[in-house]
């Protein structure tokens, strides 16, 4: 009797211990500081990344539905004053890099896609820099349309906007594990001149989705994302022209 006494004992101190421990999750629509950024290498070891705030990647775009073996994704974000982070857990049974030429048809080559807009202003994006529909490439280039310095909206590279890297586990069932960090710029953006990035602060609100294009060995199947959207005509492959159909995060520490 004793020792079970002891033992409940312990167990209710225990309890109390682990009740009075902040936990390191974020709620949904919200994203967690990090003192110490993450190492942009595609290995998910960092520090910044420890919690179980995971938010999955299920929302239907386009396409039809892969099975979980073709593709399946979740992620987490994080941010400082420099970047906001982004971790993606990719399960892809085949990667295809079909077009060679990176701003040719890049939404047809697998790719992560990750959807920023600055003030969380919503609105047309497509002609201008009000936000951006970054699509990092298997070669970790990084494409998006907008006005080029003739005002012509089309596709160029971003390479200066995220840095990104991705890696298989050796094991199976062989996961990518897909880091990136993202300056944010807002829409007095101009491409090809001196550009500066927004300064992250806690408390701000930006526009965010993030999707993942995947293509089996041809043009893109499946195109699933982290937030749901209402379709226009039937249309849900909205988010590279009308940011309005992001979510919304909130900077918090």
């Known amino acids: 009797m004793k020792s079970a006494k002891h033992l409940g004992a312990v167990l209710t101190s225990a309890l109390l211990v682990a009740m009075s421990v902040p936990t390191a999750q974020a709620k949904s629509d919200s994203v967690l500081f990090s003192s110490t950024p993450p190492v942009i290498d595609g290995v998910a070891n960092d520090a910044a990344w420890k919690g179980g705030d995971w938010h999955e990647m299920t929302s239907l775009m ?9 593709f399946s994704g979740r992620y987490k974000l994080r941010w400082n004053k420099d ?3 982004l971790l993606a857990e990719i399960q892809d049974d085949h990667l295809s890099d079909t077009y060679a030429n990176p701003l040719e048809r890049y939404w047809d080559d697998d ?3 990750i959807f920023i807009d600055a003030d969380a202003s919503g609105g047309d994006h497509l002609n201008n820099y009000n936000a951006f529909a970054y ?11 907008g006005p080029n310095e003739a ?3 089309v596709p160029q590279l971003y390479n200066d906007h995220v840095e ?3 890696q298989r586990d050796i094991s199976a069932p062989h996961k990518i594990h897909w880091e990136a960090a993202v300056r944010v710029f807002d829409d007095s953006y101009q491409h090809g001149k001196d550009n500066s990035p927004v300064t992250l602060k806690e408390g701000m609100t ?10 089996d060995g041809g043009d893109r199947e499946h195109f699933l994302g982290s937030h749901e959207i209402t379709p226009v005509n039937g249309d849900k492959n909205l988010g590279y022209k009308d940011a309005s ?3 919304k995060v909130k900077l918090t520490k």
């Open 62 to 70: 386009w396409g039809s539905a892969p099975e979980s073996g073709d």
């Open 83 to 85: 970047a906001l982070y």
């Open 111 to 113: 790719c992560l896609e």
């Open 135 to 145: 699509h990092l490439a298997l070669d970790n280039q990084v494409v998006d349309i």
């Open 151 to 153: 005002g012509e909206a």
């Open 164 to 166: 990104n890297k991705w």
């Open 206 to 215: 930006l526009g965010f989705m993030l999707a993942y294009c995947d293509a």
């Open 245 to 247: 159909v992001f979510g």
